[in-house]
């Protein structure tokens, strides 16, 4: 079996070109594979991300019929003494106490249905930190004008400008991705920018009586600043609710549909609107992570501390079925190309073996004339399949590897239509890549299986041999 193995080996680098070729489609065909389903996990894992972390957490406290009926009527009492006790469970990182609901939102002739969250801004910080997401820059067409009128940038940068009137911006860096300015305009151009369209923001304090406003919900309303809305909804138990508000502050949520119907205010201020002194609806949980073992571990302990009965612990797979939904049905479309990939692979790797057979059926023959047995000649020529395989294979992870740690840490920045595209469906404009998991080790799995299945024709053909005709080939 040993000197079985160096004959193998041996084989493969007495023709170089056909061992590089046969190595280099299985390398190829897990280089791809891999790349492609990181990209598309790590594209969920973002949604997650976006969605999950900043919104409603991976597991809420609410009472059982709550999902069911989001209304205020089925709140439940809350203490700071539950928040102590849930943040003392293993791979909590953070906890925060809400109130949600839905009301009417009015301002001059603009009326909209939508989302109100009430939070404790401090305890918010440590969760999903609105303060970070606030608008700092809007580009108007009052701004555009002014500073194209003011000649403070050249044509072709006012062009760029141009395009992208009307959006709003929490980061510099999001704004300089948009226009796609080189490294020197940026230093040239973009303080002037900056100066022109930054906008005075702010946020909640403790016992706050104002509102924020999602950025979109706030174009609808034709609201800023030092504005009002009016608030109407339900209720406690069936009472109006109805409040006129200041506007303190305009947030952008990274999710555009949440961006297009958020209002935000303090617990106080929600308990006092709603009249229901006292209770939250739920207690959001940030947790280490979102694998199953994570959160199954964190939603028994936090279900040991809840003494009211009427209360559950749910996941967030539990409060957004259609996500979840969503997620599986494109994954099922990866896969399904992902398939049609290794269709297309398989076929190459045969061609290569095809190839090798048709160069090698002389050299077969003459092996087996002079006294090899045919068993030991297949099991040379499996050796030498197994190692083209490990070659290819071992080349694609390592060059895979170095592609998905890079692209983790820097995911690419979807910018111009392409980039506002998918923030308008729902999707952060960024596609990263997801960490090493289970789908790394399946691809090189699946390929190997491949080589082996591609190995099946060489030894029927070594089977079938026939010593005459394959010495005068």
Do not use: C
Request: charged residues 20%.
């Amino acid at each position: 079996m040993k000197d079985d193995f160096k004959i193998a080996w041996r084989n493969l680098w007495r023709n170089k070109r056909r061992t590089m070729i046969t190595s280099a489609s299985v390398f190829f065909a897990v280089f791809f594979a891999v790349i492609m389903r990181s990209v598309q996990l790590g594209s969920y894992d973002r949604m997650i991300m976006n969605f999950i972390e900043s919104y409603t957490g991976y597991l809420q406290v609410q009472h059982v019929k709550y999902q069911d009926n989001p209304s205020v009527d089925y709140s439940f009492v809350y203490s700071d003494s539950l928040d102590r006790a849930v943040e003392g469970v293993k791979d909590v990182v953070s906890v925060a106490p809400r109130i949600e609901s839905f009301v009417l939102a009015s301002s001059g002739a603009q009326t909209k249905g939508v989302a109100l969250l009430a939070i404790d801004p401090a305890k918010e910080k440590k969760f999903s930190n609105p303060e970070n997401k606030l608008v700092k820059y809007t580009i108007t067409s009052d701004v555009f004008d002014k500073i194209k009128s003011s000649r403070a940038i050249p044509e072709e940068i006012a062009d760029k400008l141009e395009m992208i009137v009307g959006s709003s911006y929490s980061s510099r860096a999001r704004l300089e991705l948009d226009l796609g300015l080189s490294s020197s305009d940026n230093d040239l151009y973009m303080d002037n920018i900056l100066r022109a369209s930054a906008v005075p923001n702010g946020f909640l304090a403790e016992n706050d009586e104002g509102v924020l406003v999602s950025s979109r919900l706030a174009g609808f309303l034709k609201v800023s600043i030092g504005d009002t809305v009016i608030l109407l909804g339900q209720g406690y138990h069936g009472s109006s609710a109805a409040g006129i508000f200041a506007v303190r502050g305009i947030i952008k949520m990274p999710v555009a549909d949440i961006d297009s119907k958020l209002i935000i205010m303090t617990i106080p201020a929600a308990q006092k609107f709603f009249d229901v002194t006292g209770k939250i609806t739920s207690l959001s949980v940030n947790l280490t992570g979102k694998s199953k073992r994570t959160m199954s571990g964190a939603q028994a302990g936090i279900g040991k501390l809840l003494t009211d009965k009427s209360t559950v612990v749910k996941t967030w797979e539990d409060l957004n079925p259609v996500m979840v939904q969503q997620i599986q049905g494109d994954s099922q479309t990866g896969l399904a190309t992902l398939a049609m990939l290794y269709f297309i692979i398989f076929f190459g790797i045969f061609g290569t073996v095809l190839m090798m057979i048709a160069e090698r059926t002389r050299e077969f023959g003459v092996l087996v004339a002079i006294g090899m047995q045919k068993n030991r000649l297949k099991r040379i020529v499996t050796f030498e399949m197994i190692l083209l395989g490990i070659l290819g294979l071992a080349g694609g992870m390592t060059v895979s590897a170095p592609v998905i740690i890079y692209f983790y840490f820097n995911p690419i920045l979807m910018k111009g239509d392409i980039g506002k595209m998918m923030e308008d469906i729902g999707w952060d404009a960024v596609m990263p890549t997801a960490w090493f998991g289970p789908y790394f080790y399946w691809q090189v799995i699946v390929v190997f299986i491949m080589v082996l299945i591609a190995t099946i024709y060489p030894l029927r053909k070594i089977t079938k041999l026939k010593v005459i005709e394959a010495l005068r080939s």
